[in-house]
């Protein structure tokens, strides 16, 4: 409708213009339809286009003057529905035609875009990108009323071409309420633990192994002292677990023992998750001092979906990086090749280890490793092999009067806001991001394994029954051997080793263990005390024990780690033998621990 300005409207109410005549066309838009301006019985018909067309037409005598004044009655009552965009995969479509532009860097070329009748080929598949808005569009009412998560994303490409096979930005591009138009798989997020991975892979390059021994304990990094997300911890747990139960401390140590920020960092970026690395860089530039520390470890870093995709892709693809691509070809209304996509060797990297891919997929894929029955059916994918990862960020609710006094640092009140599940078979890449376009925090109960972990296995359950996959084991490199090792070491298990402490796990064949398990030792108790027997314990009250010896990985390096695992042990001694650790995923204690009396 014709719209007029503030001083109109206040210049109609006071008497001053009385007529639309009396109105300078620059204070006036005319619009489709004319509009009653001003309030009561200082009313001022402004007329539309539609009041010179119907004019004309009587004027030329094609309708009379009553049909005239019936049809702008009618107008009066029409009510406009809200313009709504039909673009398939828009966020996707609006990405490609940017690079479009990018690419198209001539004048000429870019006359020709200008102009139209271009042909553009993209990677993306339209069956798998249907099944993609299905997944998000099953879980976008559930995600919003019971989550206050109000934005969707989804990527998934191949991980040996690095093509995009489906490409969700938002789950509703209309949605101008919720920021819709906003493509969240550009834009970058905390990752959360779907980071960890990759501060795992830097401690492997430095010859640790899924077998390593990272006790989950309350410890100290310099002032700090981190928490699990289920504020327990479950004592003795070797990498594999800790990785696959998603537990921060043994995350912040595999961090520190693969280097620390600047090799993670560098790690990550040649993987395909550059921009954590770049905003460092770029926030050095005012503070020299800025780093990301510890938290680096478990997702502090802020990483677009795109990459953190492109990151799993390498996994998947033996630790060989490549750069995504969306767009085929490029070709004019007559044929002309503007541009085509090629294999260029150039572009690929050997990131990483290929044998040190394949650990961090072990671990990822192992259903057995994931702590609970409900943690193992999220992450499963039928008909074929899958390693996954979820992760979840949070927000500090916290006012400056709710901080402990002396301890800013400290967050008392928490919630979660951005969701994710990461994962890959051999021959798919995806990842979920769920959360708010606004980084406005979610319900209290938000956690990805029951919102972002439906959404990626229902997509890609889908997924691969429309692909029907020639691969569905993940294959082994070469230089990788399993040999049995002990749990409580990570070493060669002995005669004192239990049974059930006992396990094969993946190594690279130059870093097998050679040593015997130095963490079970077999002592002379007495039988009544359970404590070291002395000289004066007669023979026949003596016995000979299996015991744990608890030992923090690199102890002499970082003595407070072991200082937190001699505590832990304390504790377990007062409080007995097969004692529980608090949390979800408790452990017993494999065996009793040395006493450390007579």
Known sequence: RTTVTPNVVEDIASGKIKTYKDIRDEDFQLGLLGANVGTGKTLVYIGGRTDQVLRNMRVQQYITEEEETKALADLQKITFKKYRENIRAAHFVLWIRDQVEQLLGTSAEKTILEQGGLTIETTLDWDLQQEAEKAVAKYKDTAAKVYEANNIALVSLDPKTREILAYVGNSDYADEENDGKVDMAQAPRQPGSSFKPFSYAAAFLQGYSPATPLYDVQTTFGQDIPSNFDAGFWGLVTARKALAGSRNIPAIKAFFLGGGEDAVLDLASKMGVPTPRAYRAKAREKNPDFGYGWPLAIGAAEAPLLEMVNGYATFADGGIAKPVISIKKITTNKGAILFQAEDKEEDEVQAIDPRVAYQITSVLSDVGARPT???????????????????????????????????????????????????????????????????????????????????????????????????????????????????????????????????????????????????CVKLLVDKVTGLLASDACPVDAQEEQSFLVPTSVAAQRWPQWEQGVQAWAKKIRAMGSGALMGGSGSMRVPLPLAPDTK
């Open 373 to 519: 029955e409900f943690w193992q059916q999220a992450l499963t994918v039928p008909g074929t092999q899958a390693a996954a990862k979820t992760g979840t960020s949070n927000k500090c609710m916290d006012k400056d009067g709710d901080r402990k006094s002396g301890d800013s640092a400290v967050c008392q009140k928490r919630l979660p806001s951005d969701l994710w599940t990461m994962g890959y078979t051999p021959e798919l890449a995806t990842g979920v991001w769920v959360g708010n376009a606004k980084s406005t925090p979610l319900a209290s109960k938000a956690e990805s394994l029951t919102l972002a972990a439906p959404i990626w296995k229902m997509y890609m359950t889908a997924a691969v029954k429309i692909q029907k996959p020639k691969t569905t084991t993940f294959p082994v490199p070469d230089g990788v051997v399993q040999p049995q090792v002990s749990l409580l070491s990570g070493e060669l298990p002995t005669e004192c080793t239990p049974v059930g402490s006992r396990s094969a796990d993946v190594f690279l064949r130059e870093r097998a263990p050679s040593l015997e398990d130095p963490a």
